[in-house]
């Protein structure tokens, strides 16, 4: 005659409470920096050819690169910046209850999204500067007769630049600017990482009145 034993329940696993929108964040953050350009601008066929990130850029003049050391080492920092950034996320958002998870979220979790700001500022000045600035300064060096007309695209858009002597239009080229699809994944990043900022919230015990 079979007995039947009593099932014994074993506990649950669970895991700890993490802030998951970090996570997603800091992983993407880890790989951003090598995904490509987020934005690029061409002008004419092959005169010219940029693509900028804040992590790297590459510039073709006539299909010769032109490079520069010093901004080689600014955008370098930034790229260690936002790993670092993104570690630090993952591991707030991993120890979320702990002392240090809030400040460690807090110093990862906007770092993308400033530099999103920054460089939409950054094109949108030097479209300006390109407009309305260099066109007076250029044709005040060449002579009265010169006049150039410079249309550059505010971050995307299509345009038309002309540079003329005594009347007669001596050269035109038009210029394509466009952001890329990496753009959009900073995008998210960001958005995640302003979500996470805010998750964490749920985590941070509320200072008892002195």
Known sequence: METSHPKTSRPKMRLPPMNWFGLVAGALMLLLPFLGPWWRVTVGTEAMDVALSPFDYSIS????????????????????????????????????????????????AMKVFWMLIGLIVLLVLGALFLNSILPRMLGGMVGEGATMQLEVPYIIGTTTSTIQID???????????????????????????????IYHRRFVKPEEPK
């Open 61 to 108: 003049l006539l299909g010769q690169p032109i490079s520069s050391t010093l901004v080689g080492y600014f955008l370098l920092a930034a790229k260690l910046s936002v790993i670092i950034g993104g570690v630090l996320l993952i591991a707030g958002s991993v120890g979320a209850k702990r002392w240090w998870g809030k400040r460690l979220v807090r110093f990862g």
């Open 167 to 197: 009347g007669t239009a001596m050269i035109t080229a038009p210029i394509t600017a466009s952001l890329t699809e990496i753009f959009w994944v900073a995008i998210l990043v960001a958005a995640l990482g302003v979500a996470a900022r």
